[in-house]
């Protein structure tokens, strides 16, 4: 039915050496087209397909993915779809033993890979244990080992920061390679390095010329206030408090060579801080001792409230912190986006007479129609609202937001975190984006290896230094 068509008309060149940037909200289709074009839909997903793909003149349509290997490769917004080895280099040497690379050759550039994109200590590091950017800088090196004439980029590089979203073009330039980018917002990078630039809107695509210093079309997508640099002021509950963190230590095992070690830090209550930092530099390990998910190994955590100061353990965290992942996935299980919404209310032992509204209120701030559509149906970014949406209904201290923005929109996330901070009076959000984190956060701290070396609030946030990797715009 017409109604059901997400992509209609669509035409669209990518020219050959480019990097071209394809833009539209969580929701457009781009991951879905990005899946087209590496042939997996509709050929594993059903739906109806017509019209024409080619790469360099060959129909995409009629060639099983397989045989595409060489001509394209996909780094997909959800790494875990992708990860499915127990070790780095295997994971890299995958693909290659499918083309039947003799082991010396697969040997040869299974290295050079992992050294391309700074894991060369990780090979062999189960990809479980890696950080959302460094899941994603693997997955770079496996397409460079096999080097095809097209990269398609979904959401890619969100979990990485401005040094590594740059060097990864860099990478697939070495190569000869062609770039399509799926993005949801504008950036320094798109402006700095793309050559072509599209935008995906109700199934169709508009363009816009390369000497644009922001395409005109993009003004609906990404001008929110952040754009202008206007500070958001969302309204929140009042609640005078803070988070304290004393002495804290925590080291993974000694063949990671990462070191947490925070000596003092106080999060208060009633505003939103930005935690920034190059990949690897500690964010969602210190995200996850602060909500109870990992255990310090020196030091206390502690929390002020009405009733003065007391010391926390990590169960008693989880009820007061809480920690929104990066991959969404992980703490949605449910069959429906109703029994996900109420579980939390149930637990609470929530009146039942008030559940139902609840839920349905926390549908339509999150925009979630369909309460009984399956979650694993969802686009990935409707994940990411339900994800919000869920701790929206539950009563929190403080919010972790471990790059919630990743996927969406600047409108998007600036409608999440008003929504968010309406309900829970203090707000951790761990991003790469500098532009986000000056217009929606009262502070910003960075994090370089394990340590806080910078934190700055409004008004001095000119003095955050390089570890911020701000984006040039």
């Known amino acids: 039915m017409p109604g059901d068509r997400l992509l209609?008309?669509?035409?669209?060149?990518?020219?050959r050496g480019g990097r071209t940037f394809l833009f539209g909200r969580a929701d457009a289709g781009k991951s879905t087209l990005a899946r087209i074009v590496a042939g997996l839909v509709p050929r594993f997903t059903g739906g109806a397909l017509s019209g024409r793909i080619s790469l360099d003149g060959r129909d995409i349509r009629s060639s099983p993915p397989y045989e595409l290997m060489q001509s394209m490769g996909l780094v997909a917004q959800d790494s875990e779809e992708q990860l499915l080895t127990t070790r780095c280099d295997t994971e890299v040497a995958f693909a290659l033993e499918s083309l039947g690379l003799p082991r010396a050759e697969m040997r040869e550039r299974v290295g050079a890979s992992l050294e391309k994109v700074g894991l060369a200590d990780f090979a062999d590091r189960n990809p479980a244990t890696l950080s959302g950017g460094e899941k994603k800088r693997l997955l770079v090196a496996c397409l460079h080992a096999i080097r095809p004439g097209l990269w398609v980029l979904d959401e890619?590089?969100?979990?990485?920061?401005?040094?590594?979203?740059t060097r990864v073009l860099d990478i697939i330039a070495e190569t000869g390679g062609t770039a399509l980018l799926m993005e949801s917002?504008?950036?320094?990078?798109?402006?700095?390095?793309?050559?072509?630039?599209?935008?995906?809107?109700?199934?169709?695509?508009?363009?816009?010329?390369?000497?644009s210093q922001e395409p005109a079309?993009?003004?609906?997508?990404?001008?929110?206030?952040?754009?202008?640099?206007?500070?958001?002021e969302p309204r929140r509950p009042q609640r005078k408090g803070f988070l304290r963190m004393e002495g804290l230590g925590f080291r993974f095992d000694a063949s990671t060579g990462f070191t947490l070690d925070i000596e003092s830090l106080e999060l208060q209550f009633g505003e939103t801080c930005a935690l920034v930092g190059r990949n690897g530099s500690g964010k969602s390990t210190l995200g996850r001792l602060l909500c109870g998910l990992l255990r310090p190994q020196t030091g206390t955590i502690g929390i002020r409230g009405e009733q003065g100061y007391r010391k926390l353990r990590p169960d008693e965290l989880c009820a007061k912190v809480?920690?929104?992942?990066?991959?969404?996935?992980?703490?949605?299980?449910?069959?429906?986006?109703?029994?996900?919404?109420?579980?939390?209310?149930?637990?609470?032992?929530?009146?039942?007479?008030?559940?139902?509204?609840?839920?349905?209120?926390a549908a339509r701030i999150f925009g979630l129609p369909d309460l009984a559509a399956p979650p694993a149906l969802l686009s990935y970014g409707a994940r990411r609202r339900l994800q919000a949406a869920t701790y929206f209904l539950l009563p929190r201290d403080l919010l972790i937001l471990d790059e919630i923005d990743s996927g969406l929109s600047y409108r998007e996330v600036e409608s999440l975190i008003n929504a968010l901070a309406s309900r829970v009076p203090g707000i951790v959000l761990i991003t790469h984006d500098m532009v986000l984190a000056r217009a929606a956060c009262d502070r910003i701290l960075v994090m370089e290896e394990g340590r806080i070396t910078g934190d700055a609030r409004r008004g001095r946030f000119e003095s955050v230094g390089a570890g911020g990797q701000a984006e040039t715009t």
């Open 156 to 165: 890619a590089l969100g979990e990485l920061d401005f040094e590594w979203k």
């Open 185 to 211: 917002r504008w950036s320094g990078l798109a402006a700095l390095r793309g050559t072509s630039y599209f935008l995906l809107d109700e199934g169709r695509k508009r363009a816009a010329a390369k000497d």
């Open 322 to 361: 809480g920690y929104l992942f990066q991959n969404p996935d992980h703490q949605i299980y449910l069959p429906s986006v109703r029994e996900e919404l109420s579980l939390g209310l149930h637990r609470q032992r929530a009146e039942r007479r008030e559940i139902e509204p609840r839920v349905q209120e």
């Open 8 to 15: 209609e008309g669509l035409s669209l060149t990518v020219p």
């Open 217 to 232: 079309f993009l003004a609906a997508l990404t001008n929110a206030g952040i754009r202008q640099g206007e500070p958001l």
